[in-house]
């Protein structure tokens, strides 16, 4: 059963950056295209960026871009997302998972952004 674990999160002011870590177990880790999403309370999941197996192609919601950067180190099985100029609006859980998800979900990482 592959694990995801999630880390990085914390409390940060309006306007500052966190960097999230998604460590995974799988061997394909490599193989997949890898997402962040991110789930409000009581809202569904949603999608925040991805990276192709390689690195090469991403995409980002509309409402991360210019400020999330994604990005993976297949060497290290880990995935990374640099988040900048924090906005109230960006606080939430955020998971890892391929995408479309294919694996179970880890326990996700809580952002908070204070104003």
């Known amino acids: 059963q592959v694990q995801l674990v999630e880390s990085g999160g914390g409390l940060v002011q309006a306007g500052g950056s966190l960097r999230l870590s998604c460590a995974s177990s799988?061997?394909?880790?490599?193989?997949?295209?890898m997402g962040w999403f991110r789930q409000f309370p009581g809202k569904e999941r949603e999608f925040v960026a991805s990276?192709?197996?390689?690195?090469?192609?991403?995409d980002y919601a509309d409402s991360v871009k210019g400020r999330f950067t994604i990005s993976r180190d297949n060497t290290k099985n880990t995935l990374y997302l640099q988040m900048n100029s924090l906005k109230a609006e960006d606080a939430a859980v955020y998971y890892c998972?391929?995408?479309?998800?294919?694996w179970g979900w880890g326990q996700g990482t809580q952002v908070t952004v204070s104003s």
């Open positions: 799988a061997r394909s880790f490599s193989s997949f295209t």
């Open positions: 990276i192709s197996w390689i690195g090469i192609i991403t």
């Open positions: 998972n391929t995408k479309p998800a294919r």
